[in-house]
């Protein structure tokens, strides 16, 4: 009898015990409402944003209801107008060409690489076509952020990068979010800290900051922000700039701040968790493991690995196979959408042109989520299911 695996690939850990204690006590308080402070008190998501600001290494933070939110503020805030181009990858999940479409924007595609990140070739050849790049480091893979930043930089392209895979990673010693202009993070229970819904957005920039947390909602009440600019930079766009309301309470942000000083650790605990996958998947017949650049400090919350020029036939074969024995793995191939898996040509609000490079690297594309609800051990069965069984049907094939 072959062994199956019987973990939940959905299951996160509890919340800890200190930020549970903390929503109780704001629960009691009452005061949920990120501007409904008691004289004297900093509410729970200014110090959020401030202790956010801090790890970044940035001198500006703002605390969003959503992921999407954050991402869609910065867009407005860098000013992206109706209408406008906006650059973005072609492998990405559905909330970011969203976000370019909730501002009225159009997204304009760049091919994906094998190293599953954004073809740079690529993107200097449209680099003309926007002013502004909405970088999506999806699952967790950096480009060369160096050479990115040259080609943006050179054509005067802004850069937002989505954060939501690379909280608590690093290109070369620096943290993921502060390369571009605006770096936007998510909360969402999902990611890398959980507050069940919940977003970043860092900058240096002052007026996109400022911009940014009238956007959020703040009324006149900036000034209660620990994490913004001086009230000149308000001045500056407090007229123009619309009030969107998107912020965090209170309540999200007492069950975050714990898990702030505990995220290094935790981003560790999925290293650990990635590396026994990828060493037991390693030399797989078949499988191309995603090989992982030096510069790069990456947080394995998953994992990836690409069956190249397989047959749609032979992958599904591995899936429902893997299936069988526990193993949920997720095909970025399907031309059909499935749970949280989509791709950039079922995304038909927006026009997409042929993308052949992207289609050949998705049609092999695996996906596995790797909670820290799993042991060393489970990672290691993993590995040893999806390796017999991606052995068996490759020798079937050949
Ligand atoms: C989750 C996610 C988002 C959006 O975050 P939410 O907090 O769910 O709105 C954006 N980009 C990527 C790649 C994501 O996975």
Not at 371 to 392: G, M
Request: charged letters at 25%; a negative charge.
């Amino acid at each position: 009898m072959s062994e199956r695996f019987t973990g939940s690939f959905t299951q996160q850990e509890p919340i800890p015990d200190e930020a549970i204690e903390a929503a109780v006590r704001v629960m009691r308080s009452g005061r949920l409402h990120r501007y409904n402070t008691a004289p004297g008190e900093e509410s729970e998501v200014a110090l959020l944003e401030r202790e956010f600001a801090e790890l970044m290494g940035a001198r500006f933070a703002l605390a969003t209801g959503s992921g999407g939110i954050a991402i869609t503020t910065a867009l407005r805030a860098v000013g992206v107008a109706a209408g406008e181009p906006v650059l973005t990858n072609a492998f990405t999940l559905a909330p970011v060409p969203g976000a370019i479409a909730a501002v009225g924007g159009r997204p304009v595609y760049v091919e994906v690489t094998e190293d599953l990140v954004i073809d740079l070739d690529d993107l200097e050849a449209k680099i003309g076509a926007a002013k502004v790049l909405l970088l999506s480091h999806m699952r967790g893979h950096l480009c060369d952020m160096d050479r990115l930043m040259q080609i943006c930089d050179a054509a005067g392209v802004k850069v937002v990068e989505d954060c939501a895979h690379t909280m608590g990673a690093a290109w070369n010693g620096q943290a993921s979010g502060r390369q571009g202009l605006v770096g936007c993070y998510s909360t969402q229970t999902y990611k890398h800290m959980n507050s069940g819904e919940g977003g970043f957005l860092v900058t240096d920039d002052e007026d996109v900051a400022a911009r940014a947390i009238i956007l959020s909602g703040s009324y006149m009440l900036y000034g209660r922000h620990l994490a913004a600019p001086g009230p000149e930079a308000f001045e500056r766009v407090k007229y123009d700039t619309p009030n969107v309301s998107g912020r965090m309470d209170n309540l999200r942000a007492a069950v975050l701040r714990p898990q702030l000083k505990t995220l290094r650790r935790q981003c560790e605990n999925w290293n650990a968790r990635y590396r026994v996958v990828e060493e037991g998947l390693r030399a797989t017949p078949g499988l191309k493991i995603v090989e992982r650049p030096e510069a790069e400090s990456y947080v394995g919350s998953s994992i990836q690995f690409l069956l190249p020029g397989w047959s749609e036939t032979a992958v599904r074969e591995v899936l429902s196979r893997c299936a069988a024995r526990g193993v949920e793995l997720k095909w970025f191939g399907d031309a059909e959408p499935v749970g949280f898996t989509s791709r950039y040509d079922s995304w038909r609000y927006a026009d997409a042109p042929p993308m052949p490079q992207t289609d050949r690297v998705l049609a092999g594309l695996m996906d596995m989520r790797l909670p820290l609800t799993f042991s060393l051990e489970d990672c290691a069965q993993l590995a040893r299911i999806i390796r017999a069984e991606v052995s068996a049907v490759y020798q079937s094939q050949v």
